[in-house]
């Protein structure tokens, strides 16, 4: 196919790399031509089109909207109706009502990394990754040649109505974003304890290094579920406040937590390893890991915040610890903990 992808920023520019990765000819557009350039030096598009409109002689087949919300509601309104089109931005209901009777079909990848641009782009970004899609109104023929693509790239789709979506990635994303970002007000309020923060904190506020340019605009575009939500979890927070005298109950909240965030992924083992602050720790690593010959389910890497080294943690497939654990240390690295 020949598919028409415009905004070559994160999203845009995985989506063409794995497209071409796939065989498909991919062209592409971005107002900012520099971003451009780099998706296609980066191998994520075969040519640039300098206007939109260079990007339909000849028709393409698909057109990707990779933009936020603002700008993807705008280029529907430029890109001719007879052609197919998806989007890819974080909210549906306003893009949804937007794209009114046009052909088009709905999509969020739920998929993504705190970096933007065309630099941080990956062809694996959407390897088992769920990806929402909304029909609407779309034609049964141009739903399954989306639905396609997304099977094909590697990710799971998974069909909602634009309100569900909105309202679930309220909770799970948009209202992490705003707690991550209180969080670190809260701690940072206290130069003393910022000083402190190790894992916890550093886990639960990861996402707070995302782009705040975009996130303005998706938690305005979603501003009453996001809303809702916050109110939910002001209410929990007051919940879990009065019940720190009473043990036995606060111990059954935090249970049942746990079970539940031990439902969001895959059995894995972690292996941590200390690594000294000097050349050639992490190939040490990699020729571990390929003795090993292990499944790396995850990689998460802490630097000490004054240098020293770090630990980098390695999940793996149960039972397939041990032998990275001895290729480890035939390497000379240190295992925190052992076997």
Do not use: C
């Not at 043990?247 to 292996?271: C, I």
């Not at 200390?274 to 990699?286: F, H, N, Q, S, Y």
């Amino acid at each position: 196919m020949r598919i028409a992808v415009v905004g070559t920023g994160l999203i845009g520019t995985s989506i063409g790399l794995d497209l071409r990765r796939l065989g498909h000819e991919v062209v592409g557009h971005d107002v900012d031509a520099e971003r451009a350039a780099t998706a296609r030096a980066r191998g994520a598009l075969d040519a640039v089109a300098p206007t939109l409109e260079g990007l339909w002689n000849p028709a393409p087949d698909l057109v990707v909207v990779a933009a936020p919300p603002r700008a993807t509601i705008e280029l529907l309104g430029r890109i001719p109706p007879a052609f197919l089109a998806m989007d890819v931005a974080g909210v549906k209901v306003p893009i949804l009502a937007a794209a009114g009777e046009r052909r088009f079909v709905g999509t969020h990848p739920m998929a993504g990394r705190e970096r933007s641009g065309p630099e941080a782009a990956s062809a694996s970004l959407f390897r088992g990754a769920t990806w929402v899609v909304v029909p609407g109104s779309a034609a049964p023929a141009d739903l399954t040649l989306v639905v396609d693509l997304v099977r094909r790239l590697g990710a799971n789709p998974v069909e909602m109505t634009a309100a569900d979506h909105d309202a679930a990635v309220a909770r799970i994303s948009h209202l992490p974003q705003v707690l991550a970002a209180a969080l670190v007000d809260l701690a940072a309020a206290d130069p003393g304890a910022f000083a402190l923060a190790a894992g916890s904190l550093r886990d639960l506020t990861r996402v707070a290094m995302s782009e705040p340019g975009i996130w303005v605009e998706l938690l305005g575009a979603n501003e009453e579920a996001v809303a809702a939500a916050i109110d939910e979890l002001v209410e929990r927070l007051l919940a879990y406040r009065d019940r720190l005298g009473n043990g036995d109950r606060l111990g059954e909240d935090l249970a049942r937590a746990r079970r539940l965030r031990e439902g969001l992924a895959a059995p894995v083992t972690p292996v941590r390893v200390a690594l000294a602050d000097r050349p050639g720790e992490l190939a040490k690593v990699g020729r571990a890991l390929a003795a090993a010959a292990v499944d790396v389910r995850d990689l998460q890497l802490r630097h000490a915040p004054y240098g020293g080294g770090g630990v980098l943690t390695i999940a793996v497939r149960p039972g397939e610890a041990a032998p990275l654990v001895d290729a480890l240390a035939a390497e000379g690295l240190e295992v925190i903990g052992g076997r």
